[in-house]
């Protein structure tokens, strides 16, 4: 018999500027069941988080208004105490990027273009660990 948990809608949110990507990530996670909201700037983004707690926020970096990384530390401003997960999906792949999105808040980094199957075990595992915490 399947748990309570495994029924339970997880919201993600979107933040990304790129329509053709935000398209994609939305058609490739709603067939895995989950409720999408797609923001294309960093100030709509923190609008709808101020109202809004998603399970988890998927977040690129480069946007056309506010940088991700001063995205990423409102949102852990906005959603404190919740452990909300923050993966940035991001094209920047220099190490010294990786670093400052997790200084900034990140709980996992994945670079663009990456493989379907990467991108579900990562959400599937911070998921996992944001329902222990």
Same mark, same amino acid.
């Given at each position: 018999?399947?748990?309570?948990?495994?029924?339970?809608?997880?919201?993600?949110?979107?933040?990304?500027?790129d329509e053709?990507? +935000?398209?994609?990530?939305?058609?490739? %996670?709603?067939?895995?069941?989950?409720?999408?909201?797609?923001?294309?700037?960093?100030? $709509?983004?923190?609008? *709808? +988080?101020a109202e809004?707690?998603?399970?988890?926020?998927?977040?690129?970096?480069?946007?056309?208004?506010?940088?991700? *990384?001063?995205?990423?530390?409102s949102l852990?401003?906005? *959603?404190?105490?919740?452990?909300?997960?923050?993966?940035?999906?991001?094209?920047?792949?220099?190490?010294?990027?990786?670093?400052?999105?997790? +200084?900034?808040? $990140?709980? +996992?980094?994945?670079?663009?273009?990456?493989?379907?199957?990467?991108?579900?075990?990562?959400?599937?595992?911070? %998921?996992?660990?944001?329902?222990?915490?």
């Amino acid at each position: 018999m399947p748990s309570s948990d495994q029924k339970e809608v997880k919201e993600i949110l979107i933040i990304e500027d790129d329509e053709q990507m +935000a398209r994609s990530l939305r058609r490739l %996670l709603e067939r895995e069941g989950f409720v999408i909201h797609v923001a294309t700037c960093g100030e $709509a983004a923190l609008s *709808y +988080a101020a109202e809004h707690r998603s399970s988890l926020v998927m977040l690129d970096l480069r946007l056309p208004d506010v940088g991700g *990384y001063e995205v990423c530390k409102s949102l852990r401003k906005l *959603y404190h105490p919740w452990a909300v997960p923050i993966l940035m999906l991001t094209g920047m792949d220099r190490p010294i990027d990786q670093l400052r999105g997790f +200084a900034h808040g $990140a709980d +996992a980094y994945l670079i663009k273009p990456c493989e379907s199957s990467e991108l579900l075990s990562t959400i599937s595992l911070l %998921l996992g660990q944001s329902l222990v915490t």
